[in-house]
């Protein structure tokens, strides 16, 4: 099968920004941000939101379930085999 060149958008009359897109899943709270790649970041090859990245951030251990639940989120991240 010939394939088109690689500068060329189109692939069996298809155009390729509109058929494939890759969006990232958030590793806490598995939903796609609403401005994809850009409302997050990657710690250790898994995506997180900017919604989970402020949890995160502003968790308080005065808060003691949430931030038991913040420790065994990031343990997962950064201790993940």
């Given at each position: 099968m010939n394939r088109p060149a690689v500068n060329n958008r189109l692939y069996n009359g298809k155009d390729h920004k509109t058929e494939r897109?890759?969006?990232?899943?958030?590793?806490?709270?598995?939903?796609?941000?609403?401005?994809?790649?850009?409302?997050?970041?990657?710690?250790?090859?898994i995506f997180i939101c900017s919604k989970c990245e402020e949890d995160l951030i502003h968790s308080q251990p005065e808060q003691h379930e949430k931030y038991q639940?913040?420790?065994?989120?990031l343990r997962k991240i950064l201790f993940k085999k």
């Open positions: 897109k890759v969006l990232p899943v958030c590793f806490l709270c598995h939903e796609v941000p609403s401005d994809g790649i850009r409302s997050g970041f990657f710690l250790r090859g639940l913040t420790i065994a989120k």
